[in-house]
């Protein structure tokens, strides 16, 4: 996995990673952005952020699907069902809404038929900062029955996100911290 990590690294560094002054989700000021939509939306990207999730995922034969807040994670998950059902063990997908859908069933997760009641599921995310998205999402899923065991990240900013989250019963792990990104990027 080493190798598809630095490999990743050097991508996200070309595609997603800026630095300079910008305002975050959170309200927080950055000197850095990440954009990691350039990369998962990158097939060479997209392939290799879905192969370190499924590797991830190996030690954990429980999850039975994987989910995310739309629009960040809507790429990742769908990385992660293609490729897991090549590799023979199929986790399907599901994707959280910002807001409920606002008419027919006018529900908050998308994807329900293919996951099955109550299923263990791991949610994917592509940044971490405060980990406030997550937690909402984290509610979102709990909500509609199902048991959260796994959060993934491609990068956690180490800003608070990984405490807030173990604080509402959840651990994070993510494939980089920033400071790992930028010692892999340089190999």
Not at 50 to 78: H, I, N, W, Y
Not at 81 to 103: A, M, Q, W, Y
Request: charged share 25%; with cysteine.
């Amino acid at each position: 996995m080493e190798e598809l990590k630095v490999r990743l690294a050097k991508l996200l560094m070309q595609l997603s990673y800026v630095e300079g002054e910008v305002t975050l989700t959170s309200g927080k000021k950055s000197d850095y952005y990440f954009d990691c939509k350039q990369t998962a939306l990158h097939p060479e990207g997209s392939w290799l952020i879905g192969k370190c999730f499924l590797e991830m995922l190996k030690g954990r034969p429980e999850v039975q699907a994987v989910g995310g807040m739309t629009l960040g994670a809507d790429p990742l998950v769908s990385s992660v069902t293609v490729l897991s059902h090549v590799d023979e063990h199929p986790l399907p997908g599901f994707i959280i809404r910002k807001k409920s859908k606002g008419h027919g069933t006018n529900q908050y997760l998308e994807g329900l038929k293919n996951l099955p009641e109550g299923a263990k599921v791991a949610l994917l995310e592509d940044v971490v900062t405060t980990g406030g998205t997550l937690v909402t999402a984290c509610e979102r899923v709990r909500d509609a029955g199902f048991e959260i065991v796994s959060v993934l990240s491609v990068l956690d900013r180490e800003e608070g996100g990984r405490e807030n989250l173990e604080q509402a019963g959840l651990s994070l792990e993510s494939i980089f911290t920033r400071s790992q990104l930028l010692e892999a990027a340089k190999r």
